[in-house]
T-cell receptor
Framework: GAVVSQHPSWVICKSGTSVKIECRSL??????MFWYRQFPKQSLMLMAT?????????EQGVEKDKFLINHASLTLSTLTVTSAHPEDSSFYIC????????????FGPGTRLLVL | EDKVVQSPLSLVVHEGDTVTLNCSYE??????LLWYKQEKKAPTFLFML??SGIEKKSGRLSSILDKKELFSILNITATQTGDSAVYLC?????????????WGLGTSLAVNP
């Protein structure tokens, strides 16, 4: 149980394009999902908290106009990296918390983004 | 500022050894402490601890929390090469519905055959 999927797993794109990453909870409902970024050999960096039906809460230093988050249903949140640049290349991971459950976060497999 | 500190940062052992990973924290409004294992992809959940002195156990892995001294340990006995991974510790804050996690930097464990 508590399976989270992410799509795509790998993205290579040109500078200036936008990339959408999907995060789905497959066997549970998630009112709250989290988006993280991770650089090589570093820990997880929380970018934003996504709540179903409301605006995401962004961490300090994360540009909300660049990283658009939509949590339209209890099983789906999307992160769109707009006008991507090489410095946006990273490993993006989402996690989800079971609606009405405890604070354990279940992670998706991650998306590796490479911007050329 | 809320922080979670893990030690050691890196550890190399031989198969069969027992290892102890440490996680200390300084946070306001502590709710729980979680351990995750991260191999090449995203972290997988191991344990959640909320009460002091109660050991959580799963196979060769076990963990305990000390809320007075503000730390937790993760023990792995009879290590195997498949235990090689980064072990992440995170603390959940009791701060509204979001309850975000404060993450440590992780301990990178390498188990050699």
């Amino acid at each position: 149980g508590a399976v989270v999927s992410q799509h795509p797993s790998w993205v290579i794109c040109k500078s200036g394009t936008s990339v959408k990453i999907e995060c789905r909870s497959l066997d549970f409902q998630a009112t709250t999902m989290f988006w993280y970024r991770q650089f090589p050999k570093q820990s997880l960096m929380l970018m934003a908290t996504s709540n179903e039906g409301s605006k995401a809460t962004y961490e300090q230093g994360v540009e909300k106009d660049k990283f658009l988050i939509n949590h339209a249903s209890l099983t789906l949140s999307t992160l769109t990296v707009t006008s991507a640049h090489p410095e946006d290349s990273s490993f993006y991971i989402c996690s989800a918390r079971i609606a009405g459950g405890r604070e354990t976060q279940y992670f998706g497999p991650g998306t590796r983004l490479l911007v050329l | 500022e809320d922080k979670v500190v893990q030690s050691p940062l890196s550890l190399v052992v031989h198969e069969g050894d027992t290892v102890t990973l440490n996680c200390s924290y300084e946070v306001t409004n502590f709710r729980s402490l979680l351990w995750y294992k991260q191999e090449k992809k995203a972290p997988t959940f191991l344990f959640m601890l909320t009460s002091s002195g109660i050991e959580k156990k799963s196979g060769r892995l076990s963990s305990i929390l000390d809320k007075k001294e503000l730390f937790s340990i993760l023990n792995i006995t009879a290590t195997q090469t498949g235990d090689s991974a980064v072990y992440l510790c995170a603390v959940s804050l009791d701060a509204g519905n979001n309850r975000k996690l404060i993450w440590g930097l992780g301990t990178s464990l390498a188990v050699n055959p």
